[in-house]
């Protein structure tokens, strides 16, 4: 494994992350949150910013991709391939599932926004948590 962002180390830069992450499959996220919980997300597609493009959604056939939670011990699966993971210029950053409520996004300047956020519209698979 190599290290390719820390957001403590990038601003909590978006543009950062797509400029040391794009075009490399197989990348794991892993994040801590305000409530020290331990999440993140993993998906062999790649991370790229879609110059031009508003949005951009990728499809992962083979179903690779799922979304974790290390404090609560749970791993989500993709269910939904055609919503993997999700691109929208203006909101970028890592974002696992549709558009409008990812399931997992991180946001640009998370450190400050209260943008981000975890298990939303359950494109990976776990009844316990509600929708958007």
Do not use: H
Request: aromatic content about 14%; hydrophobic content about 30%.
């Amino acid at each position: 494994m190599k290290l390719l962002y820390r957001a403590s180390e990038n601003n909590f830069s978006m543009e950062k992350f797509y400029q040391k992450c794009s075009n490399i499959p197989n990348t794991l996220i892993v994040m801590k949150t305000e409530f020290d919980k331990i999440i993140g997300g993993y998906t062999p597609l790649i991370w790229r910013k879609y110059e031009g493009a508003i949005k951009n959604r990728l499809e992962d056939p083979t179903l690779e991709s799922f979304i974790f939670s290390v404090s609560e011990k749970e791993k989500l699966q993709l269910t939904e391939k055609e919503n993997a993971t999700y691109y929208l210029s203006y909101a970028p950053g890592p974002r696992f599932g549709k558009d409008g409520c990812a399931d997992l996004w991180i946001c640009d300047q998370s450190n400050t926004k209260a943008d981000s956020y975890v298990f939303g519209n359950m494109s990976y698979n776990n009844p316990k948590y509600s929708s958007c």
